[in-house]
T-cell receptor
Framework: DVKVTQSSRYLVKRTGEKVFLECVQDMDHENMFWYRQDPGLGLRLIYFSYDVKMKEKGDIPEGYSVSREKKERFSLILESASTNQTSMYLC??????????FGPGTRLTVL | DQQVKQNSPSLSVQEGRISILNCDYTNSMFDYFLWYKKYPAEGPTFLISISSIKDKNEDGRFTVFLNKSAKHLSLHIVPSQPGDSAVYFCAASFGGSNYKLTFGKGTLLTVNP
């Protein structure tokens, strides 16, 4: 069965902290993605990776970075968390052509 | 510029009736379209997809229709059930973008018993 896991379901951080969100998939997918979901704005792509050590900016990359050292793991990094980064963060993976499978999400609150 | 649009933020239907959710797109490069369902505090789950070479795809109670000339797709749920109450996202992709998905803003479907 397809599985995408995210390190935390809920996270509370302080402004200025460095935040790491981890995502692991067990489907040997090439592509991995990070989205954020905000009310009324849908899902917006932050970064994606189509291979190990490869990454591309999505629609809203500012304030974020990513790391993909192994095929199954894709990390999202908030270098200095700000209150406007309070959001639901969703990781997904997919084959080169196909359906994206999502993790359960991380609800991040930045105080 | 929003490339995938879901113009109805919400839709309410009676149990047993048909639910029709609509989606419009502007990018003619899109060749693969998907619908996802999302419950609160959970990740989206894949529902049904359609390739641009088809105009209809059916899976049980769910049917997706694609009108390429109008750049429009719709999801039909028949019969609607209370458990179908969720936010539905339309998404589109194409090969030149490594198949990353562009999502609409979602439609909240409420099915009343």
């Amino acid at each position: 069965d397809v599985k995408v896991t995210q390190s935390s379901r809920y996270l509370v951080k302080r402004t200025g902290e460095k935040v790491f969100l981890e995502c692991v998939q067990d489907m040997d997918h090439e592509n991995m993605f990070w989205y954020r979901q905000d009310p009324g704005l849908g899902l917006r792509l932050i970064y994606f990776s189509y291979d190990v050590k490869m990454k591309e900016k999505g629609d809203i990359p500012e304030g974020y970075s990513v790391s993909r050292e192994k095929k199954e793991r894709f990390s999202l990094i908030l270098e200095s968390a700000s209150t406007n980064q309070t959001s639901m963060y969703l990781c997904a993976s997919s084959l080169t052509q196909g359906v994206s499978f999502f993790g359960p999400g991380t609800r991040l609150t930045v105080l | 510029d929003q490339q995938v649009k879901q113009n109805s933020p919400s839709l309410s239907v009676q149990e047993g009736r048909i639910s029709i959710l609509n989606c419009d797109y502007t990018n003619s490069m899109f060749d693969y379209f998907l619908w996802y369902k999302k419950y609160p505090a959970e990740g989206p789950t894949f529902l049904i997809s359609i390739s641009s070479i088809k105009d209809k795809n059916e899976d049980g109670r769910f049917t997706v229709f694609l009108n390429k000339s109008a750049k429009h797709l719709s999801l039909h749920i028949v019969p609607s059930q209370p458990g179908d109450s969720a936010v539905y996202f339309c998404a589109a992709s194409f090969g030149g973008s490594n198949y990353k998905l562009t999502f609409g803003k979602g439609t909240l479907l409420t099915v009343n018993p």
